[in-house]
């Protein structure tokens, strides 16, 4: 069916709520690797969706997954090896004390399980969170997303401190500085709570910062906002949903590079390479406080199917050596950015590091000022010329680029030379 008619179909069948990417919308038929395939049979090179983490269709993967349905699928109210075996096998990658895993289909379920546990253990109500953050869509976690949810509809349970935007904030040149007074807003949020009555029972805290615009503050800011929370009374909570699994290259997870243990981990997207598979890890004194008087089940939530996906990602991170894919991917590739930076002036700031860059877009750089309607341009012109990447940040003018973790040397190049010249068009039209 062409593409049009499909559109009019989605619209009729899934409801105006659903968005599209791009002006013209991409209409898949396959994904392989690092590549997407249109119905036409032209391909692109995914520079956006981290969730195919090991790539599209990874035969390994794709096998595990089939192997495992033609055998048994169910949920963890039975004794089954695969569950437990992939449980130790994750808690194994993460700091010594986190060691309990409780499974979900979501990252979205991850995180209301984790505000739902620190309510329990803490004895508090609130929560501090980050402007522009996104952590999921439920009932629950969707007044955290403030990327999303509106001023008006936050309940006042929900404290927004100012997320760690230095460029933003013309703070380059104190960056240890900014990090500590922005780590020390997530106390203040959180004694703001306890003034209202509600307390604050966690601070939620996306380890990328991805929906902020990609940022990369020292490790001073999450070292402060964790005392902070911590001083409160409340739990640090590492939401690893986007950053984990080595996305960010110096380490499995995000936090790490600020030599900091979360009380709770949430995981999502990656874990399943595109199986709906996502974990909350945290401490064995946690969890058993929160026993006492909870319990936790989810009908799909750790399956011996999902269980038999996760260990074939793992393998495959382990037998394809994609760390060390990502540490010299990601230094070609922010090497070959701030080249683009010096010579294009619409690009005002270049930020990341592995696998995951935010490219911020200015009318000026001397300014700052955002340009969002260049961010829109270059995305398009790029998916146009067979590059897919997204945008985010609070002005929408912030290019992102996650591709899934096989993405090598040779890729980078075709990105960098496609945004070279999807940066000098825009350029030349402004």
Do not use: I, K, Q
């Given at each position: 069916?062409?593409?049009?008619?499909?559109?009019?179909?989605?619209?009729?069948?899934?409801g105006p709520a659903y968005r599209l990417f791009y002006g013209t919308p991409l209409h898949v038929a396959r994904g392989s690797g690092v590549w997407l395939y249109d119905v036409d049979g032209r391909r692109y090179l995914d520079c956006y969706n981290n969730v195919a983490v090991v790539g599209h269709a990874h035969p390994a993967v794709v096998e595990a997954m089939a192997r495992q349905a033609g055998r048994l699928n169910t949920h963890t109210r039975y004794l089954h090896e695969g569950i437990v075996d992939y449980a130790e096998r994750l808690?194994?990658?993460?700091?010594?004390?986190?060691?309990?895993?409780?499974?979900?289909?979501?990252?979205?379920?991850?995180?209301?399980?984790?505000?739902?546990?620190?309510?329990?253990?803490?004895?508090?109500?609130?929560?501090?969170?980050?402007?522009?953050?996104?952590?999921?869509?439920?009932?629950?976690?969707?007044?955290?997303?403030t990327e999303d949810c509106p001023d008006r509809e936050r309940p006042p349970w929900v404290a927004v401190a100012p997320a760690p935007d230095e460029y933003r904030a013309g703070a380059r040149d104190r960056r240890d500085a900014f990090a500590a007074e922005r780590g020390a807003a997530v106390g203040e949020a959180a004694a703001g709570l306890a003034a209202g009555g509600h307390g604050a029972a966690l601070f939620l805290c996306d380890t990328a910062f991805s929906s902020n615009g990609v940022l990369t503050p020292p490790p001073a800011y999450l070292q402060t906002a964790f005392r902070e929370i911590r001083r409160a009374g409340g739990l640090a909570v590492a939401d690893e949903v986007q950053a984990g699994l080595w996305r960010l290259g110096d380490g499995a997870w995000g936090f790490e590079a600020s030599d900091v243990a979360p009380d709770i981990v949430t995981l999502g997207k990656p874990l399943g390479a595109g199986y709906p598979l996502a974990a909350l890890v945290t401490r064995r004194d946690i969890a058993e406080e929160f026993a006492r008087e909870h319990h936790y089940f989810n009908t799909f939530g750790g399956s011996p199917v999902a269980a038999a996906v996760g260990s074939a990602v793992l393998d495959v991170i382990e037998r394809e050596g994609v760390p060390q894919n990502v540490q010299r991917t990601g230094r070609h590739l922010a090497d070959g950015l701030n080249r683009l930076r010096q010579r294009h002036p619409l690009i005002g700031d270049v930020r990341g590091r592995g696998l995951f860059f935010g490219i911020e877009l200015v009318r000026d750089r001397s300014t700052r000022q955002p340009a969002p309607r260049a961010a829109e341009r270059v995305r398009d012109r790029l998916r146009e010329n067979g590059v897919l990447l997204g945008t985010t940040g609070s002005h929408g003018n912030v290019l992102k680029i996650r591709p899934p973790l096989v993405f090598e040397r040779r890729h980078a190049d075709r990105l960098l030379e496609t945004l070279d010249e999807g940066l000098a068009w825009a350029e030349s039209r402004t």
């Open positions: 069916m062409n593409s049009a008619d499909l559109m009019r179909r989605r619209e009729r069948a899934l808690a194994g990658l993460l700091p010594d004390g986190l060691d309990v895993c409780m499974f979900t289909c979501t990252g979205t379920e991850a995180n209301d399980l984790a505000l739902r546990m620190a309510r329990a253990v803490t004895g508090h109500a609130g929560a501090v969170t980050l402007t522009d953050a996104y952590h999921g869509h439920s009932a629950a976690v969707y007044p955290l997303s």
